[in-house]
């Protein structure tokens, strides 16, 4: 949940990126670090840890100036530490960054820039934008120029902010993809620069939102915005009201839509510090997980209700494929009523985006009276489910306030996949060559999501061929089995509308005497093992006059002969598959609700947090 904030105009530039750094902390973080023009000098302050510690590192060495960019960070490259939190100078002294998002390319950029010289002084993946926006300078462009080209040469999503004493007054602030916003605040002779509004709101509620492929320079009297390509853009500027509530949903019409849209930047903030790209290693260290231990566990069983029970299922498949440890899914309120079958050789893994679930935490301290080992996946720090496990993994989703859970799916989605890594790993089951494999897939995540969410107008075009349907029956197989039973459930708890999920093979002992003209049926086909069968449902579905709404893989073309309609996803590695098949399935549930005139936030008698049974 990487936090920026940057100001330039007549005021201490220092205590104004504290202060919006510090509205920041909300969204976690590992590390924080501002970086200020001081006559005639960058000067950078960072370290890792809590806020307080660069508030302290400011009183032993203050630092003034009137222009300047700050930072939280969770660490995606290089463990949390001072030399690894930004902002990041370049070689010479005289540019400086801070960035989030994944340069996914990371791997040979550096050693084509190694292999030229260029020495790096941290283990990120940001230190390369650096050097590359030197590289520019050195030939005659200015910093936007030097920033564009620079950004030409990397893959994956990124929000990034430059500073450069070639023209100390200026603030350079790009956006690619969807790793985050980029909101430039207009003052009275001063500007400002946040990826979240809250950060500025005490300055101004005057502010314009970037869109991707959009460069912002940025002076105290006013900004200027081009495209990627060089072309000037007029971007529109809004008034957002001072009501805390309306300004964190920010451009926004409904939560709902916001944190859908925050995926790339949760899944990069969950895989963040975890994950060493170029050997493979997973580093999970809440979880206080040994060798010895995971090689004496005999079984797991995951927990969980609702949502988080659909991750659940996903989970297993991950698990037993990579870590080949047997797994069950228990639905949390069952589980302590049936003497469930647990010892010492077991783990009982609890999803909860709130930790405080009532009957989620009953069946963990079920499983603790048997005697088996507590791990917890939940959202909010310091919740129930966090305090009684004997082991954690932080989600790192940031606050989810709208009822219906959506980055709050897919996050755990991804800790489970990092789990089964870990798992296999310590366990033996996997060669140092595919784990390896398996981390690097986790670099494209943040972008396949990002191209996911780039086809909203699509999905709502469907979803208003969908509004008056009173029934829907979603199927899918394999991994993506899962994601129906998670599609159909967004679809009832925000529209209202019927909607039921089958494992597509079980579509003809039962189900397919539903399927006539009036039932749409969504069908779950990427290109995955499971393609070819759910290829025949289809055909069973279109044979008895059904209404097909496929989820297929770009480039399929095959699908659009058979289905009515297509909600097309990138080519995903088959066991990330459901982070991408999901996110059309809560863009179209999330549409028809409100065609449909549904209250999308705050559905009917539902809660966010149940905290009873």
């Not at 495209?227 to 529109?236: A, I, K, P, R, T």
């Not at 809004?238 to 790339?264: C, R, T």
């Not at 004997?390 to 859970?405: F, K, N, R, T």
């Not at 086809?455 to 969908?466: N, T």
């Amino acid at each position: 949940m990487c936090g920026i904030v940057g100001y330039v105009g007549d005021r201490d530039a220092t205590s104004i990126i504290y202060d919006g750094l510090r509205r920041l902390e909300y969204r976690g973080y590992d590390s924080s670090g501002l970086a200020i023009i001081q006559d005639g000098v960058i000067e950078v302050r960072r370290d890792a840890g809590k806020l307080e510690r660069l508030g302290d590192l400011l009183i032993q060495d203050p630092v003034q100036g009137q222009i300047g960019i700050g930072h939280t960070r969770w660490a995606t490259h290089g463990e949390p530490s001072a030399r690894n939190a930004h902002p990041h100078l370049g070689a010479s002294g005289e540019v400086v960054i801070v960035h989030n998002g994944i340069v996914e390319n990371f791997l040979h950029l550096r050693e084509e820039m190694e292999a030229e010289g260029v020495r790096f002084n941290s283990d990120t993946d940001t230190e390369i934008i650096v050097h590359l926006v030197e590289r520019f300078l050195a030939t005659g462009d200015n910093l936007a120029e030097a920033a564009r080209n620079a950004i030409a040469h990397l893959e994956g999503a990124h929000g990034i902010v430059l500073l450069s004493l070639h023209e100390p007054d200026k603030i350079v602030a790009a956006r690619v993809g969807n790793a985050g916003g980029v909101v430039v605040g207009l003052g009275e002779g001063e500007m400002f620069i946040a990826s979240d509004i809250p950060a500025i709101l005490e300055h101004t509620r005057r502010m314009a939102f970037l869109e991707s492929g959009q460069i912002a320079t940025v002076t105290k009297s006013g900004f200027e915005v081009k495209s990627m390509e060089g072309e000037h853009v007029n971007l529109d500027v809004q008034s957002v009201p001072w009501d805390p509530v309306s300004a964190e949903k920010g451009e926004y019409k409904h939560f709902m839509l916001k944190e859908i849209s925050e995926q790339v930047r949760s899944c990069t903030d969950t895989i963040g510090g975890r994950v060493d790209f170029e050997t493979g290693e997973i580093r999970l260290p809440d979880l206080n997980l040994t060798q010895d231990f995971a090689t004496r566990i005999e079984r797991m069983v995951i927990t969980a209700c609702g949502t988080a029970a659909h991750a659940a299922m996903v989970g297993k498949i991950l698990i037993e494929r990579i870590a080949r440890l047997p797994v069950e899914v228990d639905i949390a309120s069952e589980f302590r009523y049936r003497e469930p079958l647990v010892n010492e050789r077991t783990v009982v893994l609890a999803i909860s985006q709130s930790g405080e679930t009532a009957d989620t935490l009953a069946a963990m301290n079920e499983a603790r009276n048997r005697g088996a080992t507590l791990w917890s996946i939940v959202n909010v720090i310091g919740s129930q489910a966090m305090r009684i496990a004997d082991g954690y993994i932080s989600m790192h989703a940031g606050p989810e306030i709208s009822v219906a859970s959506s980055k709050a799916f897919t996050a755990p989605l991804i800790d489970l996949y990092m789990l089964a890594i870990l798992l296999g790993d310590l366990r033996g089951s996997l060669t140092a060559e595919r784990r390896r494999e398996l981390a690097l897939d986790l670099r494209l995540v943040p972008d396949l999501v990002g191209q996911c969410l780039d086809r909203a107008d699509q999905v709502e075009k469907i979803a208003w061929a969908l509004k008056d349907t009173a029934h829907c029956l979603y199927l899918g197989r394999g991994i993506n089995m899962p994601i129906a039973y998670e599609g159909a459930l967004k679809l009832k708890e925000i529209s209202y509308i019927h909607a039921e999920a089958y494992p597509a093979g079980e579509m003809k002992h039962g189900p397919i005497a539903l399927i006539d003209e009036e039932m749409p049926v969504i069908a779950i086909c990427p290109r995955d093992p499971w393609y070819e069968k759910m290829l025949a449902q289809i055909e069973q579905t279109k044979a008895r006059g059904g209404i097909v709404v496929a989820l297929a893989t770009d480039g399929d073309e095959l699908i659009p002969s058979l289905a009515d309609h297509i909600l097309w996803v990138p080519e995903t590695p088959w066991l990330l598959s459901p982070v991408t098949t999901t996110i059309p399935l809560q863009l179209l549930a999330y549409h028809i609700a409100v065609i449909r005139g549904a209250d999308v936030d705050q559905p009917r008698n539902l809660a966010k947090s149940v905290t009873v049974e």
